[in-house]
């Protein structure tokens, strides 16, 4: 792992309407780094992936990414500057075959930067075999894997998951976190995740911050972040 920082996010604020939602997060990935961003439910973690990867507004503060302020650009291309988006709920194109899924992914390639395929199908080789079948023909937990590879086609420096426990059986759980473990020992990839999956949280982050109400309330250490009553705790307060 390098000390370079990637993502630097400062006094971020955005919202719906009239109500602010983000009320001035400040937060850093480095590059390589697998962080988590946990919190319950209605904290603010999803509008948080929303706001930096361009889907809603950056009202003040500041996003940047690889030295560059990003807060500003559409989405496309903050994708293509090298940020994937895995969505809550995954939002697979169920009518759309797997292959044609993955195909969605190449949008946000760099120009001449070519899509690795055989590295995606390594990693999942499910979505191999199944490649001419309809997405929402797959379970859960390979939708999951769907969501995952069509962002690793564009080849990010950082990948934003947006709770990828949900809705998916606890033994598939420990195979999401291997993957995204190898994934990022393999491509160097970093992760922020936002999640409230206990398991997941501790077998994958390697440090995190605590969400409350918009606002980043405590920051978690190597150390803090693999004790599960210390992350159980700021889960139920
Ligand atoms: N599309 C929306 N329109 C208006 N308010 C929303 C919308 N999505 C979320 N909110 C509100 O924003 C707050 C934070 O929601 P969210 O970011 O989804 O939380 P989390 O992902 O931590 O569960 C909640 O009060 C929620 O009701
Ligand atoms: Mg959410």
């Given at each position: 792992?390098?000390?370079?920082?990637?993502?630097?996010?400062?006094?971020?604020?955005?919202?719906?309407?009239k109500?602010?939602?983000?009320?001035?997060?400040?937060?850093?990935?480095?590059?390589?780094?697998?962080?988590?961003?946990i919190?319950?439910?209605?904290?603010?973690?999803?509008?948080?992936?929303?706001?930096?990867?361009?889907?809603?507004?950056?009202?003040?503060?500041k996003?940047?990414?690889?030295?560059?302020?990003?807060?500003?650009?559409?989405?496309?291309?903050?994708?293509?500057?090298?940020?994937?988006?895995?969505?809550?709920?995954r939002?697979?194109?169920?009518?759309?075959?797997?292959?044609?899924?993955?195909?969605?992914?190449?949008?946000?390639?760099?120009?001449?930067?070519?899509?690795?395929?055989?590295?995606?199908?390594?990693?999942?080789?499910?979505?191999?075999?199944?490649?001419?079948?309809?997405?929402?023909t797959?379970?859960?937990?390979?939708?999951?894997?769907?969501?995952?590879?069509?962002?690793?086609?564009?080849?990010?420096?950082?990948?934003?998951?947006?709770?990828?426990?949900?809705?998916?059986?606890?033994?598939?759980?420990?195979?999401?976190?291997?993957?995204?473990?190898?994934?990022?020992?393999?491509?160097?990839?970093?992760?922020?995740?936002?999640?409230?999956?206990?398991?997941?949280?501790?077998?994958?982050?390697?440090?995190?911050?605590?969400?409350?109400?918009?606002?980043?309330?405590?920051?978690?250490?190597?150390?803090?972040?693999?004790?599960?009553?210390?992350?159980?705790?700021?889960?139920t307060?």
């Amino acid at each position: 792992m390098t000390e370079t920082t990637l993502l630097e996010v400062s006094q971020l604020t955005s919202g719906y309407g009239k109500e602010t939602v983000l009320q001035g997060v400040d937060l850093h990935v480095k590059q390589g780094e697998l962080v988590a961003v946990i919190g319950r439910n209605g904290v603010g973690k999803s509008t948080l992936m929303r706001t930096l990867v361009g889907l809603m507004k950056t009202r003040s503060g500041k996003i940047q990414f690889g030295g560059t302020e990003v807060s500003d650009l559409p989405p496309d291309r903050r994708a293509r500057a090298g940020i994937g988006y895995i969505p809550q709920g995954r939002e697979v194109f169920p009518e759309l075959t797997i292959r044609e899924n993955l195909l969605v992914g190449e949008v946000a390639n760099v120009d001449g930067d070519a899509p690795d395929y055989e590295r995606v199908y390594r990693f999942f080789p499910i979505l191999k075999e199944r490649s001419r079948q309809r997405a929402g023909t797959l379970s859960g937990g390979q939708q999951q894997q769907l969501a995952i590879a069509r962002a690793m086609i564009g080849n990010p420096a950082l990948m934003l998951l947006d709770e990828p426990s949900e809705g998916i059986q606890p033994s598939i759980i420990k195979d999401i976190a291997r993957n995204l473990r190898s994934l990022n020992a393999e491509t160097g990839a970093a992760v922020l995740l936002v999640e409230q999956n206990l398991d997941l949280i501790v077998s994958l982050a390697d440090r995190g911050y605590v969400m409350e109400k918009g606002r980043i309330k405590a920051t978690l250490g190597p150390k803090a972040i693999r004790d599960r009553e210390q992350v159980r705790k700021h889960l139920t307060i």
